[in-house]
């Protein structure tokens, strides 16, 4: 756990992100709760998962929240949670699309464990303060990134040419949310490369850092999950 080291409006603008995201995981898991008995029952595990998405992600988000409060950081809190949901983000994502049984078990085979080999290859990079380290682990981590987004950025396309009208609206939707909110990871994660002073990050990467990270799992999750329940309703029409 490291020392908080910002200070002033740059301390406050981390801490009011934190606060942000924390809020907006937790009130997203409420709406998806809700939300569940909206579509077919086909659906309804998929947007189960994306409660359990942003719950696991409010939780994690408070006990980070608190400890900035506290001035200290805890990078471990946000591997952990993206541990857990990162899988569930592909569980959710395949459900609704409809991927045949057999494809989605065999789908799930591979981008699980590559999701967490991703993570467990970034976690020494984030943690260290060597630029090359930094870089290894990046370059290694991206691999598997790399294979997890082609894949599901393949399955939302192929689902994408089997429907019609707001089903294909809304694919298209999550596809343009997938791309775009997953690459603010490993573009949050290199901030600190590009730092030239002494003492460590300077303040405005660090916030730079953390505000990025905190914007990309609200859009990847809570954003995302919208981006879910709208193809399911689609998917749905009179079934429910």
Same mark, same amino acid.
């Given at each position: 756990m490291d020392k908080v080291l910002l200070t002033g409006d740059n301390y406050t603008l981390v801490y009011n992100a934190l606060s942000f995201g924390t809020a907006v995981m937790l009130g997203a898991f409420v709406y998806f709760l809700t939300q569940v008995g909206s579509v077919a029952k086909a659906y309804r595990s998929g947007i189960a998962v994306s #409660? $359990?998405?942003v719950g696991i992600a409010g939780y994690h988000y408070y006990r980070i929240w608190s400890d900035f409060g506290d001035m200290k950081m805890n990078e471990g809190y946000r591997y952990a949670d993206w541990l857990i949901t990162v899988p569930l983000l592909i569980v959710e994502l395949l459900i609704v699309l409809?991927?045949?049984g057999d494809l989605r078990r065999k789908l799930m085979w591979r981008l699980v464990p590559a999701s967490a080999i991703m993570i467990a290859f970034g976690y020494p990079g984030e943690i260290s303060s060597d630029n090359g380290t930094k870089w290894t682990w990046w370059v290694l981590a991206m691999i598997p990134f790399l294979y997890i987004l082609g894949t599901l950025y393949g399955q939302l396309q192929e689902a994408s040419k089997r429907e019609t009208g #707001? $089903?294909?609206g809304a694919i298209k939707n999550a596809t343009g949310i997938l791309l775009v909110t997953w690459l603010f990871y490993p573009i949050s994660y290199l901030f600190p490369v590009f730092d030239n002073s002494a003492t460590g990050i300077s303040e405005g990467?660090?916030?730079?850092?953390?505000?990025g990270y905190t914007v990309a799992d609200i859009t990847s999750k809570a954003l995302y999950g919208l981006m879910i329940l709208g193809i399911a309703r689609a998917r749905s029409g009179d079934q429910h």
């Open positions: #409660a $359990v998405v409809g991927v045949a #707001a $089903v294909a990467l660090e916030v730079a850092r953390q505000v």
